[in-house]
């Protein structure tokens, strides 16, 4: 009578991958802007090197979470929000645009560079899914995400 365990790593053994479960890098990019309806333009990146613009950052994030709503997670066939699972905001795409003269080429490139590490050969798109807001305090617990759309293999999170 054979092992299962055994029967089972022999088979995985045998499995010939062209890439990983997961990927990760950075590359230097041109910062890209953002619009977002009722907000305005967030200039990109956030960073607080003066105190002027540590009080417009804060001023940029009150905007962005008083048009957002509190991000829900799946479980299963659920929806379901829960400040102790996930505390963070979201916007709608229809509300955010992402612009720069390189940005789609930089896209391109990231997705392109995903896809690769990834082991995946066929044509492969981004498609923007939702701006997450995360303020002071904010977290999200570890997890998998969920399918989105037909043919979702992976998350970019950039």
Avoid at 39 to 44: D, N, Q
Avoid at 136 to 147: I, P, Y
Wanted: aromatic letters at 8%; glycine letters at 8%; charged letters at 20%.
């Amino acid at each position: 009578m054979s092992n299962i365990n055994i029967d089972l790593a022999e088979l995985l053994d045998g499995v010939d991958r062209p890439g990983d479960f997961y990927t990760a890098g950075t590359c230097e990019i041109f910062a890209p802007g953002l619009d977002v309806q009722g907000v305005g333009p967030i200039a990109l990146p956030l960073l607080p090197v003066q105190a002027a613009q540590l009080i417009a950052i804060a001023q940029q994030a009150a905007q962005l979470i008083a048009i957002a709503q509190q991000a829900p997670y799946g479980r299963g066939e659920q929806t379901l929000v829960d400040t102790e699972v996930r505390r963070t905001w979201q916007i709608d795409p229809e509300r955010v645009q992402i612009r720069g003269r390189a940005w789609d080429r930089t896209l391109e490139n990231i997705v392109d560079r995903a896809a690769e590490g990834l082991g995946v050969t066929g044509p492969v798109a981004a498609e923007f899914y939702k701006l997450l807001v995360y303020d002071e305090g904010a977290f999200f617990v570890s997890h998998r995400d969920s399918e989105k759309t037909a043919g979702m293999f992976a998350t970019l999170v950039i």
